[in-house]
C-alpha cells in the first residue's frame, strides 16, 4: 500500500478482518500525526471564546496539511450544544482577524477551530 500522506510504500498484513478495508495512512504517519483535540478559551468582554485545534507545533508542507483535514470533523465532536457560531481558522482568516477583530460580535456562542494552532495572545488586549 502507499501511504496517503508520505507517499512511501508500506506491508499491510492482510487477515480476514481488512480484506475489504485496507489502510491509506502508514504505521510511521498515524503515530507522527496522532490527532490530539486541545481547546484554549480566550477571553472577551463579557464572556469568552472556546478555542479547539487539532495540533500544536507542528511544520508540514501545503500537501500533507490538506490530507491531515481528514480529522478535522474530530473536533465537531467536542463543541458544546449551546456554541452555534464557528468560525474555522486558517492562515488567511487569522491574518483578516488581526485587521477585523473589533467587529466580532460579543457572544459567548461563538467557536474558533483550526487544524493548527495560531496564537491568539496579541488578540486579548482587543477584545
Ligand atoms: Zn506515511
Request: charged share 25%.
Amino acid at each position: 500500500m502507499q501511504c496517503i500522506i508520505c507517499r512511501e510504500y508500506f506491508l499491510v498484513d492482510n487477515n480476514f478482518s481488512s480484506i475489504f478495508s485496507f489502510p491509506k495512512i502508514c504505521p510511521q504517519c498515524l503515530k507522527k500525526y496522532d490527532v490530539k483535540p486541545q481547546v484554549e478559551v480566550i477571553p472577551i468582554q463579557g464572556g469568552e471564546i472556546m478555542y479547539y485545534y487539532l495540533y500544536d507545533d507542528l511544520q508540514v508542507n501545503r500537501y500533507v496539511k490538506l490530507k491531515l483535514l481528514r480529522y478535522f470533523n474530530r473536533l465537531y465532536q467536542l463543541i458544546p450544544n449551546n456554541k452555534t457560531n464557528i468560525l474555522i481558522i486558517d492562515d488567511t482568516v487569522f491574518e483578516q482577524l488581526k485587521k477585523e477583530i473589533h467587529y466580532l460580535p460579543r457572544s459567548n456562542k461563538i467557536v474558533f477551530m483550526s487544524l493548527f494552532r495560531y496564537n491568539f495572545e496579541d488578540f486579548k488586549n482587543f477584545i
